[in-house]
């Protein structure tokens, strides 16, 4: 079988999904916000589990890209509207939670190991369950992931495909993203790194804050468009 499958095209399909995914996944998002952000506050353990559900929302991405799904919510006006205005909604909101970001009252590296289930400011770490929550609505509402994977699998994926093998691209999809941003969670939640973010790294979550910011903005402007 895996003769068969480095000798068919499907290799130069995976080959071109990776590198795609691995362009898409390295760039500053909501994504790589939330996890950092989380991560840092919180530790690696809470950073972990937004990952989790970060890679569930992207077999959600999967799921109706390979059932063809994805071009008819692009083609939907009243559908694609519905969509972008929940999505600018929810950034909005993500981006005023990261650029509220106060300066730490705990300053001291004793502290900080001291506070690990709450963060520098006193706000309380989430559950596992609110964690994953929150990594998987904020990729679920993500509607550039949502114009990645249409892209994705309308131009580099063949129609001739078989659907198993678009399902095991979707399945390496989810795990590739869940190891970035798990080991993106390690680097900042387990190292030094993370007491120089917990002392200065309230500016780092009002910079990340403009960023979705301005992707709901794009959002807006995208459904101001789309309506009128």
Same mark, same amino acid.
């Given at each position: 079988?895996?003769? *068969?499958?480095?000798?068919?095209?499907?290799?130069?399909?995976?080959?071109?999904?990776?590198?795609?995914?691995?362009?898409?996944?390295?760039?500053?998002?909501?994504?790589?916000?939330?996890?950092?952000?989380?991560?840092?506050?919180?530790?690696?353990?809470?950073?972990?589990?937004?990952?989790?559900?970060?890679?569930?929302?992207?077999?959600?991405?999967?799921?109706?890209?390979?059932? +063809?799904?994805?071009?008819?919510?692009?083609? *939907?006006?009243?559908?694609?509207?519905?969509?972008?205005?929940?999505?600018? +909604?929810?950034?909005?909101?993500?981006?005023?939670?990261?650029?509220?970001?106060?300066?730490?009252? /705990?300053? *001291?590296?004793?502290? /900080?190991?001291? /506070?690990?289930?709450?963060?520098?400011? +006193?706000?309380?770490?989430?559950?596992?369950?609110?964690?994953?929550?929150?990594?998987?609505?904020?990729?679920?509402?993500?509607?550039?992931?949502?114009?990645?994977?249409?892209?994705?699998?309308?131009?580099?994926?063949?129609?001739?495909?078989?659907?198993?093998?678009?399902?095991?691209?979707?399945?390496?999809?989810?795990?590739?993203?869940? *190891?970035?941003?798990?080991?993106?969670?390690?680097?900042?939640?387990?190292?030094?790194?993370?007491?120089?973010?917990?002392?200065?790294?309230?500016?780092?979550?009002?910079?990340?804050?403009?960023?979705?910011?301005?992707?709901?903005? /794009?959002?807006?402007?995208?459904?101001?468009?789309?309506?009128?």
């Amino acid at each position: 079988m895996l003769e *068969t499958f480095f000798n068919s095209p499907y290799w130069f399909e995976f080959t071109a999904l990776a590198i795609a995914h691995l362009f898409a996944v390295a760039s500053r998002g909501p994504d790589f916000a939330v996890v950092s952000r989380y991560s840092v506050r919180f530790g690696a353990r809470i950073g972990v589990w937004v990952s989790l559900g970060i890679a569930l929302g992207i077999l959600i991405h999967v799921t109706y890209s390979v059932l +063809g799904l994805a071009l008819i919510i692009t083609t *939907t006006p009243m559908l694609y509207s519905v969509l972008l205005l929940a999505a600018a +909604g929810y950034f909005l909101w993500l981006a005023a939670l990261l650029l509220r970001a106060k300066k730490p009252v /705990h300053t *001291t590296e004793a502290e /900080h190991g001291n /506070h690990a289930s709450t963060a520098a400011n +006193g706000e309380v770490a989430p559950s596992a369950r609110r964690a994953i929550g929150l990594g998987f609505l904020t990729n679920g509402l993500n509607m550039k992931a949502t114009m990645f994977f249409l892209a994705l699998f309308t131009s580099v994926i063949s129609l001739q495909t078989p659907m198993l093998v678009k399902s095991a691209y979707g399945v390496y999809l989810a795990v590739a993203t869940f *190891t970035w941003f798990a080991a993106l969670s390690l680097l900042l939640g387990k190292t030094r790194l993370r007491y120089w973010l917990l002392r200065y790294g309230y500016w780092f979550d009002r910079a990340m804050g403009m960023i979705v910011l301005l992707l709901a903005a /794009h959002l807006l402007w995208q459904w101001y468009s789309l309506t009128f």
